[in-house]
């Protein structure tokens, strides 16, 4: 069984910084693609950042210049280093990840959702 768990969400003052943290657990023989998507109230669910196995990434334009995604594969963790937050950046964060599983068959790939983590921002 996979487990992807976020961490790091706050109350933040505009202008302000916090780092968020991804980290799956569980029969993980690889773990492909992850990314950030927020959620606010009322709104779809949307792409914040993604990034490859090999570092590659993108971002959304609300947030290039201001947020960073990374990863540490050796720890199964991604990151997401927020700075010049603004009170628009206010929602639930959840982390993506396509993780190749150990089953008993051998290993299967599948796509796993964290529970998010609340990020708030007030002006």
């Known amino acids: 069984q996979v487990q992807l768990v976020e961490s790091g969400g706050d109350l933040v003052q505009a202008g302000g910084s916090l780092r968020l943290s991804c980290a799956a657990s569980g029969s993980i023989h690889s773990i492909n693609d992850m990314a950030w998507y927020r959620q606010a109230p009322e709104k779809q669910r949307e792409l914040v950042a993604d990034i490859t196995r090999s570092g590659r990434s993108s971002y959304a334009d609300p947030v290039k210049g201001r947020f960073t995604i990374s990863r540490d594969n050796t720890k199964n963790t991604m990151y997401l280093q927020m700075s010049s937050l603004k009170p628009e950046d206010t929602a639930v964060y959840y982390c993506?990840?396509?993780?190749?599983?150990?089953?008993?068959?051998?290993?299967?790939?599948?796509?796993?959702w964290g529970q998010g983590t609340q990020v708030t921002v007030s002006s």
């Open positions: 993506k990840a396509d993780i190749r599983a150990w089953t008993t068959l051998g290993t299967a790939v599948d796509t796993y």
